[in-house]
């Protein structure tokens, strides 16, 4: 048996070609943009990578094409797919069909924090002796990949609202048909693929029905977009999270950045988490793991202590370097309120520090224009804002600019955006990275250049 995989570098088509290789099935893939972290672990596992969609790409002895849903009708390789009648199917349907049968899923929605959740879920499973099975939209640092088969009867995979592919417009969700399912929280995005905020509802309402009534829904009671889901029908017991109210789990914050909190189920104290991670997003996610894993079983109090030593998921404020005392972070940046709850949480970490961020609106939500009047908005944490704007960016970055309350420039390339970055960071400062893309390895390249300014 022989896969190639469109869209390999994928964060979700990178997992499943993890879990095909480890399968035993011979995997080759292409992508038109190959670049770390996914391509380090594609390579690491023997799995061959080609640049660029061509048909050629794509051997004789292949016998399935998995199509990534980055991937349309016109595309070179798509297009020489159909016309030579070639067996193809999606990610989420390969990953349905073949790896999920006969196990318990637990899949995790939502639009932010789908892989931190997914990750701390895998975590917790782990350090209750659960050998799970994992798909998760990046690599984990705790496991050194995105992927893997597990032992267990328990798989948790990070369950993406955006379209399967083009021949199947439903959101992957929908193919995973879970025992327990995470609502994190529900906003408008994904501006390619949905009109409104109530095409995205109807999609997440799918997902509920899928979940059966002896099941568990874990949602945040905190969003109201979420419980307008939840009105439309439910037919599964749920549990709810939250900081700010009376929910099944909530948390009491020991520190206003959210690396220490008292997590408290029907209001007795689980246990306590003191973490790396920032932010009042990230005690949320927490939450939501830990409701997750007490739907199948898990002794959460016995499970908490490991996330002390917890390390996420790469590029998710990833460390990247610290020179003469500026520290360099990396993280996926792809809709203002996530923008917003990480700069929130560095912001109660630092202090008064400098907060530096070089931002690429990357994402087609972004880059089409569906969030700029939040933009300016959610960079308030900021002291400075260096945007990179490419010429295929559809609205103008200069009102975005004017609006942003610190100091900002748009500048067109990635070597103006270094350039402009070396000139204007102090030693004490914290610059975040911000894209949801390869940022033409901007993090490390400024690093770099840090490095050779303390040099000279």
Not at 114 to 138: E, H, Y
Not at 330 to 356: E, M, N, Q, W, Y
Not at 363 to 385: C, E, I
Not at 416 to 426: G, K, M, S, W
Request: aromatic letters at 6%; hydrophobic letters at 45%; charged letters at 20%.
């Amino acid at each position: 048996m022989k896969l190639h995989i469109l869209g390999i570098v994928g964060t979700f088509m990178g997992g499943v070609a993890a879990l095909a290789r480890e399968s035993g099935i011979e995997v080759e893939g292409s992508d038109q943009a190959v670049y770390p972290p996914m391509s380090i672990q594609l390579e690491q596992l023997g799995i061959a990578l080609r640049q660029g969609y061509r048909a050629e790409h794509i051997g004789d002895d292949v016998d399935t094409v998995v199509v990534g849903n980055a991937l349309s009708r016109g595309n070179p390789a798509v297009e020489a797919v159909l016309d030579a009648g070639r067996r193809y199917t999606s990610g989420a349907q390969w990953l349905a069909e073949t790896v999920l049968p006969g196990r318990t899923t637990l899949a995790v929605a939502g639009t932010h924090g789908k892989t931190t959740t997914t990750t701390i879920v895998a975590r917790l499973l782990q350090a209750a002796g659960r050998d799970a099975g994992f798909l998760i939209g990046g690599v984990a640092e705790d496991f050194g990949t995105s992927a893997r088969l597990g032992s267990d009867p328990l798989f948790v995979v990070e369950a993406d609202e955006y379209d399967t592919a083009f021949f199947d417009k439903r959101s992957k969700f929908v193919h995973y048909r879970p025992q327990v399912a995470v609502l994190n929280n529900l906003e408008y995005d994904h501006a390619d693929i949905f009109p409104d905020l109530a095409s995205i509802q109807r999609q997440f309402h799918h997902l509920v029905r899928t979940v059966p009534g002896s099941g568990t829904l874990v949602v945040n009671g905190e969003d109201a977009h979420l419980a307008e889901v939840l009105a439309l029908g439910c037919w599964t017991p749920v549990e709810r999270f939250g900081i700010d109210g009376d929910f099944d789990w909530t948390a009491r914050l020991q520190a206003a950045d959210g690396s220490a909190f008292d997590v408290v189920r029907q209001g007795e104290r689980v246990g306590t988490v003191r973490w790396s991670l920032l932010g009042r997003h990230n005690v949320m996610n927490a939450l939501a793991a830990c409701a997750a894993c007490a739907a199948v079983g898990v002794d959460v109090a016995a499970a908490l202590p490991a996330l002390s030593t917890f390390r996420s998921v790469k590029r998710r404020m990833e460390r990247v370097d610290e020179v003469a005392g500026t520290v360099v972070y990396d993280d996926f940046a792809h809709h203002p309120t996530a923008i917003a709850a990480t700069l929130a949480g560095l912001r109660a970490s630092v202090g008064d520090a400098r907060i530096v961020v070089a931002l690429e609106p990357r994402s087609n939500s972004m880059r089409l224009g569906a969030h700029a009047d939040a933009l300016a908005p959610a960079l308030d944490a900021a002291d400075a804002v260096v945007f990179l704007h490419r010429p295929a960016l559809e609205w103008d970055a200069g009102k975005v600019v004017s609006a942003v309350r610190g100091k900002a420039w748009a500048v067109p390339d990635a070597d103006a955006l270094l350039a402009t970055l070396v000139e204007l960071v102090e030693p004490g400062d914290h610059v975040v990275f911000m894209s949801n893309g390869g940022f033409d390895d901007a993090p490390s390249r400024f690093a770099a250049a840090l490095h050779g300014r303390t040099r000279a």
